[in-house]
């Protein structure tokens, strides 16, 4: 049984066809760009997603047929609260609001009253980053938008609907949204009542691995994939590369570095102690949680460095080379400099929107790769001041597996090692997401019995390497994770 995984990023949009072993058969990818038409506005045209997900389909629908391979499912996951609001017929009334919009940030502040409310029945505090602000952002700033909205739609949902008709969404999204509540897995009237939301504009909820339909007549036509096979909601991005990284048992913790980083740690129940300082939500396992701790700006800040310090250099293999060469020339510890890294404000613990990006100690010692560096340092700092915080709900946790783009890069890998003092494991592959896609697919058509044996067969063809944590560097790395967590707190406290 093969399956074809549609893996939507923020900035492509990927197409796995996947044996039943777990082996890439074909696949295609298409680049896009957020648009930022405004300051604090994040927006993309769903048309962008509309012809990505034609293109690629059609395209591997093609190499099927010409290779004699079938496609027998297909199963989505996706960048998780973006908003796209449609009428009856499925048509975007305007641009997506981003995950990363910002916009919203006076509706979130007007309700920071209500964040011990939101927290106890969501797990998540009020956030920009969240889908119901959006909501609420339309409602107030386009009423006509609002009232001609039949529902309003994730990423996820939109190529649901444009591959099956239906309108429909799982709880991996509902738990981003603000508005379901964690327990009984249903939209909340309060919480509704709230944002000022009606729940007739919002899709039905169903457990993640759920088929949600089935291929319609219109889309075999128009891409050559054929009418009526199922089509799965893998679940959210980080969920499912949380499952593709392993984490589905007690004690099990990743980290994904890309244009955020997250660490995502594994739970089977909402914990009785949780505190507002993790995010709780729906795994993209039915009826199991994780916690998730995020960084807003991770690989994304190393990108920002590459394009203010190496603009001239137009080819990106060359640029890559000489910025990370350079950082390798710098010691650990970046001679004392330390960065800032909230470059789109801060997530978790404290979810500061107002926090900016800055370096601190900087002198005419100091090049260009030490203060690169001191981004990747700092991002660990941040990373290991969240993996505290979960180890008080999870317990200690010894080996924490990763991925994600910028663990291409193992200087980074050994800079995280050294900075949490735990051994990581860097499997050959950053296909995490779309494995894990792909593994909820398969359990779900019986394809495998469990995620257990469908992670053991997807774990059996790869090579990983490990990293060992440098107890020499354990002190210096404290001592300057102490120090940027006391700068945090004198600039950028709310």
Not at 57 to 85: F, G, M, N, W
Not at 232 to 248: E, M, T
Not at 253 to 271: H, K, R, W
């Amino acid at each position: 049984m093969n399956i074809l995984v549609i893996d939507t990023g923020t900035s492509s949009m990927r197409g796995i066809l996947y044996s039943p072993a777990a082996d890439i058969l074909c696949s295609h990818q298409v680049t896009y760009q957020v648009q930022y038409p405004k300051e604090s506005y994040a927006e993309q045209d769903p048309q962008d997603w509309k012809s990505a997900l034609f293109s690629i389909v059609k395209i591997i629908a093609s190499y099927a047929k010409e290779h004699d391979l079938s496609i027998d499912a297909i199963t989505t996951t996706c960048q998780r609260s973006s908003v796209i609001p449609v009428d009856i017929s499925g048509n975007p009334l305007s641009s997506a609001i981003m995950w990363l919009d910002k916009r919203t940030q006076f509706i979130c502040r007007n309700r920071e009253s209500c964040n011990p409310l939101v927290f106890s029945k969501t797990g998540s505090r009020i956030n920009t980053v969240f889908a119901a602000p959006k909501m609420t952002w339309i409602r107030e700033n386009q009423p006509d938008i609002y009232q001609q909205t039949y529902k309003f739609l994730t990423i996820a949902d939109y190529l649901t609907f444009l591959m099956t008709g239906h309108f429909i969404t799982d709880h991996t999204y509902g738990s981003r949204s603000l508005l379901m509540n964690l327990y009984s897995r249903k939209y909340d009237a309060e919480l509704l009542d709230l944002f000022h939301v009606e729940e007739s504009k919002l899709c039905p909820l169903t457990e993640p691995g759920s088929i949600l339909g089935s291929v319609t007549s219109e889309f075999s036509r128009i891409t050559g994939i054929q009418e009526g096979i199922p089509v799965i909601s893998g679940g959210g991005d980080q969920q499912c590369a949380a499952l593709g990284h392993g984490v589905i048992t007690p004690g099990s913790m990743e980290i994904t570095s890309g244009t955020g980083a997250y660490i995502l740690a594994y739970t089977d129940a909402v914990p009785s102690s949780i505190q507002n300082n993790v995010v709780c939500q729906a795994h993209a396992i039915k009826g199991k949680y994780v916690l998730e701790s995020s960084i807003l700006a991770c690989a994304s800040s190393y990108n920002w460095a590459l394009d203010i310090f190496y603009s001239p250099q137009r080819e990106e293999k060359i640029s890559y080379k000489q910025i990370n060469h350079d950082v390798s020339l710098s010691p650990p510890g970046s001679k004392g400099c330390i960065a800032l890294p909230y470059f789109q404000g801060r997530g978790t613990p404290d979810w500061n929107s107002s926090a900016s990006g800055a370096f601190i100690n900087l002198s005419f010692q100091h090049k260009k790769g030490d203060m690169i560096r001191s981004i990747l340092e700092s991002t660990a700092f941040e990373l290991q001041n969240n993996i505290e915080i979960l180890e008080k709900y999870t317990g200690s946790i010894r080996q924490i597996s990763i991925g994600g783009g910028l663990t291409n890069f193992s200087i980074f890998n050994q800079i995280q090692a050294d900075v949490f003092q735990k051994r990581l494991l860097h499997f050959s592959t950053n296909e995490q997401t779309s494995l894990g896609a792909f593994i909820n697919a398969a359990v779900a058509l019986g394809e495998y019995s469990s995620y257990e044996n469908a992670l053991a067969a997807v774990r059996s063809h790869l090579s990983s390497t490990e990293y060992i944590p440098n107890t020499e560097n354990k002190s210096l790395y404290e001592r300057q994770r102490i120090q940027l967590n006391s700068i945090y707190k004198k600039l950028c406290i709310l």
